[in-house]
């Protein structure tokens, strides 16, 4: 028994101290110096493309902006209208009429009996 544990023991001693860190290789990098960029796979740089790309992006922001703003003005006209301006509207495109108490009937747009 004592015999198997001193065996295994010192297996494992031998196994750690194979495959611990080596103080002499803390901090250093491996690099390759060896490795060079060929000026074939090199993109060069068109500036003004660059800009002739960036101005025609800036070109149709203006437009979508000025799109919107046509759009959000036709919207804000449209909702001054007492159709969807008056609360006593209740969602209906014409007012609704208010029919006497045995009468009145259940709306299924609007879900008021009225």
Known sequence: MIKQFVIATGAMLVSVVAF???SRN???????????????NV???NNYAYNVYYDKLVVEYKQRMQANV??????ARKMRKPQYSDPSYFGH????K?????K??????????H
Request: net charge positive; with cysteine; hydrophobic share 25%.
């Open 93 to 96: 495109k014409h007012k609704p």
């Open 26 to 40: 803390i901090g250093k990098k491996e690099t390759q110096t060896n490795v060079r960029v060929s000026p074939k």
């Open 70 to 75: 046509h759009k959000h003005k036709v919207m």
């Open 43 to 45: 993109k060069s740089f």
């Open 20 to 22: 611990a860190q080596d």
């Open 104 to 113: 009145r009937k259940f709306c299924q747009e609007c879900g008021i009996v």
């Open 98 to 102: 208010i029919r006497p108490v045995g």
